[in-house]
C-alpha cells in the first residue's frame, strides 16, 4: 500500500467535531478533531484548539456523549450487502465496499477463499480495478494452501500443499494488492511458501491448521526472521510481524496435554512478535475467550476482524460465500453441506461494540480496529489514528457505539 493509494482528499472541505476522542489507545474527553482537504489538521484537547484558524469549517453538531474514532481496518472481509469478493463479480464488490464504508469501515482487504487457479486469478483481476481506484487496501487470499482437516467453510477439492509456480502466478497477477495469504504450516512446502511470501512483501498469516505447537511456533519464527529481513528491500518495518488467521477458528483447540496451534499464538502475542486476529462477533468466539486474549496477548498484538460474507448487512436467507451455498439463521451464517460456520455477518463496528461490552476497554478495542491493523498493512502513518497529518478517515458514534457519522478521505458517506 502506498500513500498514494490512501490519498483521495476532498479538496476545499472543512469539518470541526467535538467530543471524546479515541485513538491510540487513549481516550480524551471534550476534545476536537478538525479536517482539511482530506486530512486531519488538528486533534487533541478542545483547550489548544485555535478555531479562529478555520473561518470556513462546518462544524458537524454532534450529541452529548459522542465519540470520534479513526476509521476502522478490517484485515480478513469476505463481502457484504449481497456482494461476495470470491464471487469475481466487480459490481457486486463494489456495493459490498461501498456498504462497509459507510459502515464505518474506511479500509479493507478484500478476502477470497480457496478456489481453482483460474477462478482465484479472475477474482484477483476483478479486485484490482477496486484497489487501483483506492476503494479496498488490497487483497487477503484464504488459502488455496490450507489443512483439508480444519478448512472449515472452504472447498476442500481446491485445497492442496503450497505449490511455488502457483504462489508466484497469484502474486503476480495480483501485482502488488496481495497484502496477506492464509498458510497451514504443518503442509509440505510451507516453508519455501512463507520465504516468497516474504520476499514479495505479503504477510504470511498462519491458519486453518493442524499444526502441533511446535510446528506453529517454528514457522512464525521463520515467517518474522524473513519478513524483518525484507524491510530492507524497502518493507515497512511495522509489517515486519506474521499474523494468524481468526484465531481459535480453523485449528483444534487448546487442550492442556495437547496445546496446539493457540497455546503458541497466545506466547508469541504476547511477546509482541505476531499479531493474532479475533472475530470477535459473539458467535465465533465466547466473549469471555476474547476479554482473556486481550488480557494475555495485550490490545498492541491484536487485530479484530469480521470475516464478513456476503449476507452482511441483509436479512436472514441463503447465500453463497465462493462455491459454497451458506443459510443464515439469527444472523449466523453456517454452510448447508456440514453446518460449519461460514464467515460472520457483522460489521467491525458492531465487532468493536461487542468486544467493549465482553469487557474490553473501548480504547483497546478501537486501537485493536484501527491502530494495530494499520500497522499490518504498514500505513500507520496514514490511517488508524486520529493525529495532524493522517488522512481524515473518522467514525463518529455514539456512547454506545452506534453510528452516526463516517468521513472517509474527508469526505461525508
Known amino acids: 500500500m502506498t500513500s498514494t493509494d490512501l490519498r483521495h482528499p476532498a479538496a476545499g472541505t472543512t469539518y470541526v467535531l467535538h467530543g471524546t476522542m479515541v485513538s491510540d489507545g487513549t481516550q480524551t474527553e471534550d476534545s476536537v478533531v478538525a479536517v482539511l482537504d482530506g486530512l486531519i489538521a488538528y486533534a487533541g484537547p478542545r483547550a489548544g484548539f485555535d478555531r479562529a484558524r478555520y473561518p470556513a469549517a462546518e462544524t458537524l453538531k454532534l450529541q452529548p456523549g459522542s465519540l470520534i474514532l479513526p476509521g476502522l481496518i478490517d484485515l480478513h472481509c469476505h463481502g457484504a450487502a449481497g456482494g461476495g469478493f470470491p464471487d469475481g463479480d466487480g459490481e457486486a464488490s463494489r456495493q459490498a465496499v461501498g456498504f462497509l464504508h459507510r459502515s464505518g469501515t474506511t479500509t479493507l482487504l478484500a478476502s477470497m477463499v480457496t ?4 477462478e482465484l486469478t479472475h477474482g484477483i483481476g476483478v479486485l484490482n480495478d477496486l484497489w487501483s481506484e483506492g476503494l479496498i487496501a488490497g487483497i487477503h487470499l484464504e488459502g488455496p ?3 483439508h482437516a480444519r478448512c472449515g467453510a472452504q472447498n476442500p477439492d481446491w485445497l492442496r500443499d503450497p505449490d511455488p509456480e502457483l504462489a ?6 495480483a501485482g502488488g494488492s496481495l497484502k496477506t495469504m492464509t498458510y497451514a504450516p504443518e503442509l509440505s512446502g510451507a516453508g519455501e511458501l512463507v520465504r516468497i511470501l516474504a520476499e514479495h512483501g505479503v504477510t504470511p498469516s498462519l ?32 509489517q515486519a510481524r506474521p499474523t494468524v488467521t481468526h484465531l481459535f477458528n480453523g485449528m483444534p483447540p487448546l487442550h492442556h496435554r495437547s496445546p496446539g496451534p493457540v497455546a503458541a499464538c497466545l506466547r508469541l502475542a504476547a511477546a ?12 465465533h468466539l465466547d466473549p469471555e475467550t476474547v476479554r482473556m486474549v486481550f488480557d494475555l496477548a495485550g490490545a498492541d498484538n491484536i487485530a479484530l476482524v469480521t470475516d464478513s460474507m456476503a449476507a452482511t448487512g441483509l436479512p436472514d436467507g441463503d447465500y453463497d460465500l465462493g462455491p459454497s451455498a451458506v443459510v443464515v439463521r ?11 460456520l461460514a464467515g460472520g455477518t457483522s460489521t467491525l463496528l458492531e465487532v468493536v461494540r461487542r468486544t467493549v461490552a465482553a469487557g474490553v476497554s473501548p480504547a483497546n478495542a478501537v486501537k485493536a480496529a484501527t491502530l494495530v491493523p494499520a ?8 490511517i488508524g489514528s486520529l493525529r495532524a497529518g493522517m488522512r481524515a478517515d473518522i467514525v463518529v458514534t455514539d456512547a454506545d457505539f452506534g453510528l452516526l457519522a463516517v468521513l472517509r478521505a474527508g469526505r461525508r458517506i
Open 168 to 173: 508466484r502466478r497469484l502474486i503476480a497477477a
Open 145 to 147: 494452501f490450507l489443512s
Open 375 to 382: 500497522r499490518v498493512l504498514g500505513a500507520e502513518s496514514v
Open 272 to 283: 509482541g512478535e505476531i499479531v493474532v486476529e479475533l472475530i470477535g462477533d459473539g458467535v
Open 330 to 340: 439469527e444472523g449466523v451464517a453456517r454452510l448447508h453441506s456440514n453446518d460449519a
Open 115 to 118: 478456489a481453482s487457479c483460474e
Open 207 to 238: 491458519g486453518h491448521t493442524d499444526a502441533d505447537a511446535q510446528t506453529t511456533a517454528a514457522s512464525l519464527a521463520e515467517a518474522a526472521e524473513l519478513l524483518v529481513a525484507s524491510t530492507a528491500q524497502g518493507r515497512h518495518p511495522q
